[in-house]
């Protein structure tokens, strides 16, 4: 729904007649109005859990021999047996269908999670009388996690509640602990391959931002008293362009605070942005987006991941000729970066453990 150029977004799970085209809400889409998912992005709660969901659901109902009559009847052996086919993408197999890929480690792990936090919500929901789930099949783990404010919690989640084949497929770790050396030297070569992403790897670097919350950036978010203070507004999801389609998302409404020590610099190179937009003849774009693509409208998440993949070659050369030159710092980030992947979020893993390491009160 968009209101006053802001968007309130909501998921519905439909169950759809092929015959004779009719459409109802199911119930199941209560699942994403509980109190434990409210937290979560439309984005997040789309991918994570309404993908599973729907495939799990005509899985039981539709596909499956035999086919479950109720939901009550649901077993955990069932939730096995479904989350082993799709690994193997066995899913729904016809003669006209492509062949899927196994699923990495990473997505099967989402998967699970999805799954178990489906069993839970249906086992406490009073609509339901679960005949062969108990209480105690659920159990939590211990986790720790840093929120906006600066600060580790105890995050107690609950672990999966299947026994799930992971094939291992073969893939590159993400980087999680990026040093200042590796993000600095990013940042230069931004500056001079594509100039418009240096200050949104700075806002994810130095304030943690997340990818979808920078392509949401425009001029009314920016509070900044020159090397004081630099705070950005994402309390509310606004609409950066003409033809509808969403930039990003915002997943936790808040006032997001760039960390003090990175002040001076991210403030220079929010003048050195703006400077770039108004050389460009980016500064007239009526909704104030920050970023903009090739097209002359706001940036979205996609691009901005394909436009800060091809920069991840131009750094491992910065690197490696620092590293010729006998900087031994460089050599270390140089190999880090040729066995394992650099992404968007590895900026956030930077932002996290520098902020962790320098505020031991809050830990």
Partial sequence: VIKNGMLKNYNFIVLYNEKTFDMIVSEFTDFFLHKERLNNSIHTNKNNYG?????????????????????????IEIGNEFLNKYVYGDLQQ?????????????????????????????????NYKMKFIKKNDF?????????INHKIFRDTGLKSLFTV???????????????????????????????MLTLAIALQSFGGLRRGEVCQMCRERISRRQVISFSVDLRQEYMLRSDGIRTGNIKIPRIQIIYEAFL???????QQHLKFLQINGFDKNPYGALFIGKNNKAL?????????????????????VMANSGDVNAAINFEMLTKNKMTTHSLRYFFTEYVAQREPSHI
């Fill in 139 to 147: 159990v939590y783990k211990d986790s720790f996690r840093f929120n």
């Fill in 165 to 195: 084949e992971h094939p291992h497929k073969p893939s590159l770790q993400k980087i999680e602990s990026p040093d200042e050396l590796m993000i600095y030297v990013l940042l230069e070569v931004s500056k001079q391959f594509d100039p």
């Fill in 94 to 126: 016809k003669s006209n269908s492509r062949k899927m890929v196994v699923k990495s480690d990473e997505v099967i792990e989402k998967a699970e999670i999805a799954l178990s936090r489906f069993y839970k919500w249906l086992f406490y929901n009073t």
């Fill in 264 to 270: 001076p610099y991210i403030s220079k190179i929010y």
């Fill in 300 to 320: 979205t998440t996609n691009s901005y991941g394909s436009r800060f993949n091809r920069l991840i070659p131009k750094l491992i050369e910065r690197l490696g």
């Fill in 51 to 75: 993908t599973i969901l729907i495939l799990f659901l005509n899985y039981i109902f539709y596909d499956r021999i035999p086919k479950l009559k109720n939901i009550e009847e649901l077993t």
